[in-house]
């Protein structure tokens, strides 16, 4: 694997993705319209593994990263390259830099509509539609039906507790990331029978917050897993990304928070999205990085 390419005019090199101040990240999501402060960068690092594009005076030309769930499983994520060398094949060259490193992994993106050639043509296979629920929340949150169970706040410390309910839904053990989550994410559980059936998280991210994971077995369990935390976020803004296309992205349009726009989830290796009627699913991403 060639470890520095030659893109007409630039000559960049591949460089581990810690190896670079924060602040020239945050300028490349910047460029291309990414929300991501770097706090979010932060944390990504702390969890994630990457790279990053340079050139022989150490300007940023692209990044990528990939974070591993277990040992056989990762999502790829902020492979952004700069306006200037977009069409000139950095892109393509960062992914392969990163599948010649995942090699042997089962792998999951979620493409922009700009990426999802590339993807394609790299043998990933589309498997569904996420849609990012944005906007300010008003002051009062919609109605939902009532729910007779109990919601509680799960300490950081009690992860365990929904390990197993998480494995089911997301398909791998991402413990790791859901402890790096929980650092500063507030969390909420839904009993049913004395037994945690959903759960969900929310923190601080961009403009203002995201919700999310939040994992359930039904769009009523998922709306009151959200509910609970727009209650304390009148007149902030507020996102979900989410697949569902029912009444939990319903609820969330009469919150305010209409799709703004789409990505697309594709897998390389096994099918990562095996919804079964019933069963526990993830409603509400962690994020497009993460899953």
Known sequence: MQDAVRLKSFELFARDIGSVD???????????????????WEFLLSVGEGIVAVDGIGRVFGSAMWFPHGDDFATIGLVITTPRTQAQGNGRWLMDQVLARCAGRDLALNSTRAAYILYHSLGFATEGQVYMHQGV?????AARLVLKVEIEALAPDALAEIAALDHAAFGADRMAHLKGLAETASIQVLRRGGAIVGYSMCRPFGRGHVIGPIVASSDNDAIHLTAVHL?????????????SEGAFADFL???????????????????IL?????EPIVFGLAGHALG
């Open 231 to 243: 209650d304390g976020l009148g007149g902030q803004f507020v996102r979900v990304d989410t697949r």
């Open 274 to 278: 095996t919804e079964r009627p019933g």
């Open 253 to 271: 349009r009469r919150n305010g928070l209409p799709a703004a726009e789409t990505v697309t989830t594709m897998s390389k290796g096994r099918r």
């Open 22 to 40: 924060v602040s020239l990240l945050h300028a490349l999501s910047i460029s291309v319209g990414w929300p991501h402060r770097p706090k979010d």
């Open 137 to 141: 929340m008003p002051p009062v949150t």
